[in-house]
């Protein structure tokens, strides 16, 4: 089966943008493809991290994984830290890419903007993640619109390596939803849903109690009139609310628009909240039976270790091509 590749960051909570663009993507993929779902908190320690919040996150995102219907028995999960070969292999790939295409990056350039200093560890990650991908041999990777820049890097930097060293890695292709891949803010239509907002209000988290749920949704900007149409140009404020709408009652954006026809926002709103409340409700209660049970820690030590092999074989076989003396 082709192979699929994609990982989450463990700073700040889950939001819904997260469960919508990415995580319900990969519990379809696990059933047509090979895949590997990863905590990426190597990523995450490019800026400052409480390390108690880090621990937390790392373990509260992978039984967020499980919780949202990614099965360990079809797919590996695992964190990144725990398989040593994507170290490895990123600084090896960091001395393919070169100063420029780094300094291009547009989110290196967005987290860097307005600082005294910046890490340097945030301006090579983009060759990690290239070692993400590439370790695995990945064909596919679920990726949302700010990431693809990173993974055309990647693709280069795969190219690159072929090049100069013969034929190995597979060049890997974006996978990009055509709906719902790019799940917008609460207050600000126009801006990705992101759990680093400062603003809760803004999103959604996966584990927002029913009644804030409500209060979010009933505050969430909207657009001047009262019609519920999709039109992202003109109304881009209620057309996010109406994609998050489609996909938690499985409705299309036509029939989401029908069934408010004449109606206004607030019993589309009012709505909203129920539909989002009854998507996140049954998720909630399995998240909390897997942290309680404790079986999270036995399931990455598994996913670590089925990982592994394919991980530790690539670089062995990346080494050999670049020329390093290899232990006998």
């Known amino acids: 089966m082709p192979r699929v590749l994609s990982g989450i960051q463990p700073s700040g909570q889950l939001t819904l943008g997260n469960y919508i663009g990415a995580i319900q993507n990969f519990v379809k993929l696990q059933e047509t493809h090979e895949?590997?779902?990863m905590v990426v908190d190597l990523h995450a320690i490019t800026v400052p991290q409480d390390p108690a919040a880090l621990r937390e996150q790392t373990e509260a995102v992978a039984a967020l994984f499980i919780a949202s219907g990614i099965d360990p028995a079809k797919a590996s999960i695992f964190v990144q830290s725990h398989v040593t070969a994507h170290a490895e292999l990123g600084w090896l790939l960091t001395t393919l890419a070169y100063m420029g295409e780094l300094e291009r990056m547009t989110q290196f350039k967005d987290k860097s903007s307005g600082k005294d200093s910046v890490g340097a560890g945030l301006f090579v990650y983009p060759a990690l993640m290239a070692a993400d991908i590439l370790l695995y041999n990945a064909d596919l990777v679920p990726v949302?619109?700010?990431?693809?820049?990173?993974?055309e890097l990647t693709r280069d930097i795969a190219q690159r390596f072929n090049s100069r060293f013969g034929d190995y890695f597979t060049v890997p292709e974006p996978y990009i939803p055509k709906v719902g891949a790019r799940i917008m803010s609460l207050d600000d239509g126009t801006k990705k849903m992101s759990k680093s907002?400062?603003?809760p209000a803004s999103y959604i988290a996966l584990l927002d109690p029913?009644?804030?749920?409500?209060?979010?949704i009933s505050r969430a900007t909207t657009d001047s009139g009262r019609d519920v149409i999709f039109n992202p140009a003109e109304k881009p404020e209620v057309s996010n609310l109406m994609s998050i709408y489609a996909h938690c009652a499985g409705l299309t954006l036509d029939e989401v628009s029908a069934r408010?026809?004449?109606?206004?926002?607030?019993?589309?709103?009012?709505?909203?909240?129920?539909?989002?409340?009854?998507?996140l409700e049954p998720l909630q209660t399995k998240y909390h039976e897997i942290r309680s049970s404790g079986e999270i820690h036995a399931i990455l030590k598994q996913g670590a270790e089925q990982v592994s092999e394919v991980a530790n074989k690539t670089l062995l076989e990346v080494k050999e091509r670049m020329g390093f003396l290899l232990p006998r």
């Open 35 to 37: 895949c590997y779902f």
């Open 144 to 151: 949302g619109d700010d990431q693809k820049q990173h993974l």
């Open 197 to 199: 907002n400062p603003n």
């Open 210 to 216: 029913p009644d804030v749920i409500r209060k979010k």
């Open 260 to 279: 408010y026809e004449g109606q206004g926002y607030g019993a589309f709103k009012k709505d909203l909240a129920e539909h989002v409340v009854a998507t």
